[in-house]
């Protein structure tokens, strides 16, 4: 089955080596660093409500999606032939694909919020070229980005029903609850797939998957069953719990009305911070597989979280950039 499905593969990059670098942007648009600086881009300067709901839904598709990857346990195109160059090095499973789960539920969450229909099919195009771009670039089997579709869709449907149906009311929880609600959550974003990578722990990974893994990438040692972006999830959705909590008071969420001098500003300091804060922290804290590092891993993106909505309330309006 993986033989005849990397024919797509195959078939797409055939077209050329000119089609690497516009696939590599489209791609760019669903990774991790993306991501990191789009959020709070929006949260900062053009929405607070929908950059903050957008961080949550984040966290919350990526915990899942290492969750669904560790069931399905499925190889990438470049672990099975030779045939489908691996144009980039992943170490994870297959099934889903992040980037195409996450494109979902990302640019459709904007899709929902926004009216404009350009902007709208302009996010459709978006979903759809990142989906593409995993294929050129072998990293990932049809079946991949399809089954990663359909996860985003129903993650970004069931929030959407939640915040509608629910959001008054998890709105007049008291901070204790929120915090103990958004706390264990954070528990379970580790502990689910936790529990089937133990599960799992019998399983041995084909050999050929490991040699042509290695082949590509010099050397490095294929290891999917990884729980770290499980912890990346878990610690940034409580960062960005407990700080949206903590400072409620004097968080404006809603439209940014500012002039572009003030939103450079403001995303100049932001971004600092949060650039810092993931370098800097990368640089100091251990980063295996082991439980300090996990413990650590969980600190750096806690910090990252609670970072975002933290400037808004004590730095932007210290300066005075909350307002013209």
Partial sequence: MWEFLAQVNIFFQSLGDWLFYPMRLFSFLGDEEFYLFIMPA?????????????GMLLMLSNGLNGFFKFVFHAPRPSWITDRVA?????????????????????????????????????????????????????????????????????????????EK??????????????????????????????????????????????TRFETATEGELLSPFSIKGAITA???????????????????????????????????????????????LKLVFPDNEDLISGVFRYIRYFMIGFWIPLVDPLIFQRFGLHKD
């Avoid at 936790?194 to 019998?202: D, F, H, P, Q, S």
């Avoid at 500012?258 to 800097?280: N, Q």
């Fill in 234 to 280: 878990s610690g940034a959705w409580m960062g960005i719990i407990a700080a949206s909590v903590i400072f409620q008071k004097k968080i404006q969420l809603g439209k940014i009305n500012l002039h572009l001098g003030k939103k450079t500003m403001r995303f100049m300091i932001g971004v600092i911070g949060v650039a810092g804060l993931y370098l800097g």
């Fill in 86 to 162: 691996a144009l980039v090095h992943e170490n994870s499973f297959g099934v889903p694909s992040g980037h195409s789960q996450h494109a979902v539920v990302m640019w459709g969450f904007l899709y929902a919020q926004l009216r404009k229909t350009w902007l709208r099919v302009l996010f459709i195009c978006i979903i759809v070229f990142i989906g593409l771009s995993r294929l050129y670039l072998g990293a990932h089997f049809i079946v991949d980005v399809l089954v990663g579709w359909l996860v985003g869709l129903f993650i970004l449907l069931v929030f959407l029903w939640i």
């Fill in 42 to 54: 929006i949260y900062w300067c053009v929405d607070s409500s929908i950059g903050l709901r957008m």
């Fill in 165 to 210: 149906k629910y959001q008054p009311a998890i709105l007049a929880w008291t901070s204790r609850k929120k915090l103990i609600v958004a706390f264990i959550i954070s528990i379970l974003l580790i502990a689910v797939p936790g529990i089937v990578k133990t599960l799992n722990g019998g399983y041995v990974l084909p050999i050929d998957w490991q």
